[in-house]
């Protein structure tokens, strides 16, 4: 008989599979490790006496997943005879496991505050890698010589069994703290904690630290003043919950092993004045990070801010290495009860390989996806060599390169729509469904092709008031009144007609006046109201088109009808999410297609999101999973395309 152990897992990716194959390799165990859609399904041998020890072990050691979901344990026929193999997985920018974390502050430990330390199953890996195949000859690493100690441990059974970025204090990277001219130089345990000491004070006292940390650089201050897009990075977690209004869901994200970004509700008044309601927000990922917080929360500091930036970035201290990486951008991860999905971001999402193979080369957003074996890897270009295929597909607007001379160009809205189609095996069935990112577009995948049905249309804002005041009889009195009774809200929609690209989610902002202007200035309005339900604002179609003049009326009606902002913004999402809703079953109904698809950023929006799960209840729609649902999917969608 074998021990079973399933884990629901929704990760493509191996790093939780080979974490636990390390595991019973470590304790000589036999077992079988089968990872499908869906399932990480572990058998054991039942008769080893180390058995539960093994068990007790993974349960101790395995991080924390948004990919997670349940488990449960049975016995079966069958004894497995053979140790489980790694599998040889594309490096990614992870968070530290459970054990590096307790090794990084074990003072007995060879890795005591060593900022570069991560096991083969995590920490930031990816960055320091130049090419593939992923080894350390072809890394930053290859110029740091492995001591002895570490190159045993790559070749002992356990967690750094096939590590190619291994050090430790002994064969490390020395880091260097340059403030006012002067440099300070860590390379041992003590110096690196003086180290980290002097930052955090630094932090504290209201100075900016500029950290090429494992993932990047990173921007430091006590406050969000002057970055752009920060993230507040929360130090105590502990006093998370004080602060945040999280749901479990939220919080076991927050603190697993991917580290993501997201988007909460802020529950505590004093921090409602500084960031508002809703912020960014994030967890203590890798080595320079977690140190550095540590000794800020010894500080009694709850959360400092950061942004992602480059090496230009100017601040007040700048913690350097001499290794050459590059960076991604953070995982931003939306959820919605039980839904999970990126909604941004390269981390974790990428390198990424995928079956089926292709002989097409896609290309998006910096990333290719290149036929491999019986597989596709999907990582930067600067990651290859030459490679040969039969043609290629390329993002509109990527590049004035010619890549292949079998090149075509793919749309956004198609690329993504067929990743989806990709990620969850629908090749040869019908599914329609809708791509939002600023503006909407309906598509059709026959089993073969993606046909756009309702294609995007792009905001004009030359002329815009002219257009509100034309569409039908009483228009006209409706722009005078706007005029005489909203002067502020009609002098930005005014100045916006002589932008050169604003969006019609800005000129939206404009007429709703919010000081930030975009998508995310309305969701974050929307956020803000509480009641039942909202207004129907005006999303129809005009010759097979959505109309943005009709829209941009009906919320400058219900502004002189004295309806409040957040409930307009509200509105603007539920109406929307109807919108979709009506044109898909449409669609669904002509062409008897038995999927819907979703995909698109503006998917990632709590109000409109909750309003397609009550439209579509009967059908769920798919949606990417183990990638972002905008912008970084086409890469995959062009190579299936």
Not at 297 to 318: I, S, W
Not at 618 to 632: D, S
Request: proline content about 5%.
């Amino acid at each position: 008989m074998a021990f079973v152990l399933e884990l629901q897992s929704s990760s493509s990716q191996f790093y939780l599979r080979n974490c636990i194959a390390g595991i019973a390799r470590e304790f000589g165990i036999p077992a079988d490790i089968v990872q499908s859609r869906g399932t990480l399904s572990c058998a054991f041998a039942s008769d080893h006496p180390d058995l539960e020890a093994c068990i007790a072990a993974i349960a101790e050691r395995l991080p924390a997943s948004w990919h997670l979901s349940g488990s449960r344990h049975y016995e079966k026929e069958g004894e497995p005879r053979a140790l489980p193999e790694l599998i040889d997985a594309p490096p990614l920018g992870l968070g530290l496991c459970p054990s590096c974390q307790k090794e990084l502050f074990d003072p007995s430990s060879r890795r005591y505050y060593y900022p570069f330390t991560h096991c083969a199953q995590c920490g930031g890996q990816y960055a320091f890698f130049e090419a593939s195949p992923y080894t350390r000859a072809n890394s930053a690493f290859s110029y740091v010589r492995p001591c002895a100690a570490c190159e045993s441990e790559q070749e002992t059974h356990g967690r750094r069994e096939k590590d190619h970025l291994n050090s430790c204090h002994a064969c490390g990277v020395p880091v260097r703290l340059e403030s006012g001219g002067h440099e300070r130089y860590a390379n041992d345990a003590g110096s690196f904690r003086t180290m980290f000491e002097v930052a955090a004070k630094a932090v504290k006292d209201d100075k900016s630290l500029l950290v090429k940390t494992t993932m990047g650089y990173r921007r430091f201050q006590q406050s969000a003043a002057g970055l752009q897009n920060p993230v507040m990075l929360m130090i105590d977690a502990g006093k998370i919950t004080d602060n945040l209004a999280l749901i479990g869901e939220e919080f076991n994200a927050l603190l697993g092993i991917e580290r993501p970004v997201l988007h909460v509700a802020v529950k505590s008044a004093a921090l409602q004045s500084v960031v508002g309601r809703t912020a960014d927000v994030k967890y203590p990922d890798e080595g320079f990070t977690i140190l550095l917080a540590t000794e800020l929360q010894r500080l009694g500091v709850a959360y400092v801010f950061y942004e992602e930036t480059d090496a230009q970035c100017e601040a007040e201290l700048r913690m350097e290495y001499d290794l050459e990486l590059s960076a991604q951008s953070d995982q931003r991860l939306f959820i919605n009860k039980d839904v999970r999905f990126v909604a941004a971001g390269e981390r974790v999402s990428f390198p990424l390989r995928m079956m089926p193979a292709s002989q097409t080369l896609g290309m998006a957003h910096g990333l290719v996806g290149v036929p491999e074996g019986g597989s596709v890897l999907f990582d930067r270009p600067e990651h290859f060599d030459s490679v040969t295929v039969e043609n290629a597909v390329v993002l509109e607007g990527e590049t004035e390169e010619q890549w292949h001379t079998h090149q075509r160009p793919a749309a956004q809205d198609e690329a993504s729509f067929m990743s989806v189609v990709a990620e969850h095996g629908l090749f040869g069935h019908k599914c329609v469904g809708a791509h939002f990112d600023e503006e909407p577009s309906f598509l059709y995948y026959d089993g073969r092709r993606v046909i756009r049905i309702v294609p995007p249309i792009a905001f004009t804002p030359e002329g815009l008031l002219a257009k509100i005041a034309s569409l039908r009889e009483g228009s006209d009195r409706l722009v005078q009144n706007f005029q005489s009774r909203l002067p502020g809200a009609y002098e930005r929609l005014e100045a916006l007609q002589a932008r050169s690209a604003p969006t019609l989610f800005e000129a939206a902002a404009a007429v709703l006046e919010l000081e930030e202007e975009s998508f995310a200035g309305i969701s974050k309005a929307a956020l803000g109201y509480y009641g039942k339900g909202g207004v129907q604002v005006d999303t129809h179609v005009k010759d097979n088109r959505f109309d943005h003049a009709a829209f941009l009326a009906s919320l400058v009606s219900y502004r002189l009808a004295g309806v409040e902002t957040e409930m307009i913004a509200y509105s603007i999402f539920e109406s929307f999410g109807d919108y979709f809703n009506d044109l898909m079953q449409q669609i669904k109904e002509k062409t008897k297609s038995e999927h819907f698809i979703l995909c698109g950023t503006g998917f990632a929006q709590q109000s409109l999101f909750s309003r397609m799960q009550r439209n579509l209840k009967a059908t769920p729609p798919r949606m990417n999973i183990n990638y972002p649902i905008g912008r970084e999917n086409a890469v995959v969608g062009c190579v299936y395309l």
